[in-house]
């Protein structure tokens, strides 16, 4: 039986300046970019590419810091072309992955084998028609795909190549069960064990998980929903994201989930963070990035499998509605504790969301994130040095230092704070129901079982200044 439980999360944003990044951000292309993908070399740090919408990509042979045009002979740089997905085999080749056309689109692969100066070749994945994720399996080189198939909106395609993508095996599907309406957003991720191979995706009802453990050839009898989304207007856009620490860690063979979705008032979106330590039988979930009035979106994590370390990337909204910082969570303990930094030195514009994601690489404490603005595409320089260093010279912004977990609870709350202060819960009625001091680096634990459901607001008042939070009594 699937099983939800909580999870102590401690969660730290430093600031340096209101919002202010302190990693040097490096302008990609100007125009022409969205739906960003980005990817380290595993065999050579310095080399980088990154791939966007309308067969635009892109290479750098100095880690970022200046970026090349890739040649490619197949496809027209410009022309209608969508869902880019790279991917580094450990030989030093690339993989770029892509639609092009319309009615029916097809799906390409094209490879790299100098660093992404040059496409060598196209290969189509068999019956592959929209959204493709592609992960890789470090130990062999195989690349394992998922995807919308032409067969149908209500299933999770899944192929596999064993020779560089040269060729393919025929679709077959993840999804156990059918469902209405589009499975939406798939993405898959290989286990730390031979086989191991685990797929997230998203429908109108909420976030489903599947794995395998003979490499696709088998799955699970029957899908395990994560949990439904909060707000049945959410619909299906929330993206899912999923890694697997396939380091020597203490957390090696972890897996963690993360997406976006409205919250129960439908008022904004926030991210939530699943985590599993025994290969997805059951789930830790919480809220890991929130705010009271304004959204938070595209969440991409990935975990480098040098060290263990997860980092999420994402959009989180300001002022105007239209201007967004993009900013990192990063935990050194599986996930237990994610620290929160500011990654633009200037806040991305977004006007349309369609066709946005958000690009994230690491690899041996180098740390590459994509986004856009504007069409224009960017990514910053980021390595665990700098962040370990950048962190010991900050002092926390009381507006972020607060995490309260599970959220949503059915009465039982935990609260970290990282200062001493009072803590207040106000019902909608805005009347004090609960009222408490708190320690720093402590926690306390509050009961609002007797509570009729419903959303209540938290205030953590300290010398430092006042925060407010939301959380929701099932």
């Known amino acids: 039986m699937k099983k939800i439980t909580a999870i102590v999360f401690f969660i730290l944003a430093f600031s340096h300046g209101k919002s202010q990044s302190q990693f040097t951000n490096v302008l990609i292309s100007p125009t022409g970019c969205t739906e960003p993908s980005i990817c380290i070399d595993p ?43 790279m991917v580094a085999d450990y030989n030093g080749n690339f993989y770029y992955f892509h639609n092009w056309g319309i009615s029916p689109p097809n799906i390409t692969v094209q490879k790299s084998f100098n660093g992404g100066q040059h496409w060598s070749f196209d290969n189509n994945v068999p019956a592959l028609y929209d959204k493709e994720m592609v992960c890789l399996r470090p130990s062999t080189n195989e690349l394992y795909a998922v995807y919308i198939p032409t067969t149908g909106t209500d299933k999770v395609g899944y192929s596999k190549s064993s020779d560089g993508a040269v060729t393919w095996t025929p679709a077959t599907y993840v999804n156990a069960q059918t469902y209405p309406g589009i499975q939406w957003g798939a993405a898959p991720a290989v286990g730390k064990l031979p086989g191991q ?8 009802a909420g976030v489903y998980f599947q794995k395998s453990i003979d490499d696709g050839a088998t799955w ?16 299906y856009n929330c993206m899912p994201s999923i890694a697997c620490d396939v380091s020597s860690s203490i957390y090696g063979g972890n897996l963690y989930i993360t997406w976006w979705e409205l919250d129960m008032t439908g008022t ?25 009035s304004t959204n938070q979106k595209w969440p991409q994590i990935t975990v480098d499998p040098v060290t263990g370390y997860l980092y999420i990337v994402y959009y989180n909204q300001n002022n105007p509605a239209t201007q967004h910082d993009i900013r990192l969570l990063f935990s050194f303990d599986g996930g237990s504790t994610f620290f929160n930094v500011p990654v633009s030195v200037t806040p991305a514009t977004v006007t349309n969301w369609y066709h946005h994601y958000i690009g994230n690489s690491a690899y041996n404490g180098v740390i590459r994130p994509a986004w856009t603005t504007n069409d224009s595409l960017y990514t910053a320089i980021i390595s665990q040095a700098q962040l370990m260093q950048w962190l010991g ?43 408490s001091a708190i ?15 419903g959303l209540y607001l938290v205030t953590l008042q300290t010398k430092k200044g006042m925060v407010t939070r939301r959380i929701i009594k099932m």
Do not use: H
């Open 43 to 85: 065999t050579n740090t310095n080399r980088i590419v990154a791939a966007t919408n309308c067969a635009y990509s892109y290479y750098s042979a100095d880690a970022g810091l200046s970026w090349d045009t890739c040649q490619n002979d197949t496809i027209t740089r410009g022309q209608w072309a969508y869902d880019a997905c």
């Open 197 to 204: 191979l685990y797929v997230v995706w998203e429908n109108s």
């Open 220 to 235: 699970l009898a029957f899908d395990t929903q994560l949990r439904p989304f909060f707000n049945s207007g959410n619909g």
């Open 268 to 292: 904004d979106t926030d991210i939530y963070f699943a985590k599993s330590t025994d290969g997805g039988n059951s789930w830790n979930i919480t809220s890991i990035a929130s705010d009271i």
């Open 393 to 435: 010279t900050q002092e926390y912004d009381v507006t972020s230092a607060v995490n309260i977990y599970p959220n949503p609870s059915y009465g039982i709350f935990n609260i970290n704070a990282a200062d001493e202060g009072t803590i207040r819960v106000i019902d909608s009625e805005g009347q004090v129901i609960y009222n």
């Open 439 to 453: 320690e720093p680096l402590n926690y306390l634990t509050m009961d609002l079982s007797r509570q009729p459901v």
